[in-house]
Nanobody, 117 residues
């Protein structure tokens, strides 16, 4: 069982930066792939960035070169560094963890990111 709690969202101007954090509880966190998803009003939830337990990363085309996902397993933390933010990045951002073997998936409650002048 894993519980996830996001933080770091807020209001930022276009071109600005934010760093989202996701704190995890539970054991064997290193056996989970982790990811960040987002959901804008009226749209489906979409993958933003993912990082396997072996630290292979993949990104949505819309954020490549601007966002960076990272993890610190010893601290049970996942981060999303977001640079050069655009209004279309406005959404609720969710942290996600998926066990490598039993494939159970866990979600956080989400944190709002608003990019606006």
């Amino acid at each position: 069982q894993v519980q996830l709690a996001e933080s770091g969202g807020g209001l930022v101007q276009p071109g600005g930066s934010l760093r989202l954090s996701c704190a995890a509880s539970g054991n064997f966190f290193s056996l989970y792939a982790v990811g960040w998803y987002r959901q804008a009003p009226g749209k489906q939830r979409e993958l933003v960035a993912a990082l396997t337990s072996g630290e292979r990363a993949n990104y949505a085309d819309s954020v490549k070169g601007r966002f960076t996902i990272s993890r610190e397993d010893a601290k049970k933390m996942v981060y999303l560094q977001m640079n050069s933010l655009k209004p279309e990045d406005t959404a609720v951002y969710y942290c996600n963890a998926k066990h490598d073997y039993n494939l159970r998936v866990y979600w956080g409650q989400g944190t709002q990111v608003t990019v606006s002048s």
